[in-house]
């Protein structure tokens, strides 16, 4: 969630489920701050403190796409810029980091890293290039990741086009037009993923465990 009510909500949501004795815990921060990555590393730590914790599943999601009506040419705010990959990469790498320092090597336990990549990390699209360069970039530290820690499976899963926020905002305010019609129809035509499908495919592909570490896959992949 990208605010603290729908977190809250989909907390409930997970509690009152079939799972009712799930634990969740909700942290609200801001990522793209250091104030933030404190909450957040803070309640990672104490989190990972319980002994009895078998596995350690790390899902890095948190993104944003910048500002996607602007060319390469446009892009001449270095606070901008900088801010875009201090959210985007700095806070990955260092909760990461975090969680498996906290975490550590539990005899028997598995440690898995997930980074939500992207189509973006392997090809270039016009207008999006913080958000191409920046998919590129995590994709890039997490293989390093897998290469330096081979008792950690790692994988960069591309989810394909989901019919999110984020994709609302990529065929109304994309500056480059055929990329603005390419999503358009893509939602017209129907060809939109439910962010569910693409999540019951995840799950699969990691309870198969067959991908090499590090690798990216993508949704269409499997």
């Avoid at 969630?1 to 977190?7: F, I, V, Y």
């Avoid at 875009?84 to 990955?92: T, V």
């Avoid at 980074?115 to 392997?122: E, G, K, P, Q, V």
């Amino acid at each position: 969630a990208r605010s603290a009510e729908p977190l809250a909500g989909l907390a409930a949501e997970l509690r009152s489920g079939s799972c009712s004795e799930l634990r969740v815990q909700c942290v609200p921060a801001d990522l793209g701050c250091e104030e933030g990555l404190r909450r957040a590393g803070a309640a990672l730590r104490e989190l990972l403190r319980d002994p009895s914790f078998g596995r350690l599943l790390l899902v890095n999601n948190a993104g944003s796409l910048g500002d996607i009506s602007k060319s390469f040419l446009d892009l001449t705010d270095l606070e901008e810029i900088n801010t875009y990959f201090s959210f985007n990469i700095s806070s990955a790498l260092w909760l990461t980091s975090t969680a498996l320092q906290a975490f550590g090597a539990r005899p028997g336990c598995s440690r898995i890293v997930v980074n939500i990549s992207s189509l973006c990390a392997l090809e270039p699209f016009p207008s999006w290039a913080l958000y191409c360069a920046g998919k590129a970039a995590r994709d890039m530290m997490f293989r390093v990741l897998a290469l330096e820690e081979p008792g950690i499976r790692v994988l960069n899963y591309a989810p394909g086009p989901l019919d999110t926020d984020m994709q609302l905002l990529a065929r109304t305010q994309t500056g480059d037009p055929g990329m603005r019609q390419h999503f358009q129809k893509l939602q017209e035509k129907g060809q939109l993923i439910d962010s569910s499908v693409s999540a019951q495919k995840l799950l699969r592909l990691l309870q198969e465990d067959s991908f090499p570490s590090g690798a990216h896959v993508d949704f269409y992949d499997i």
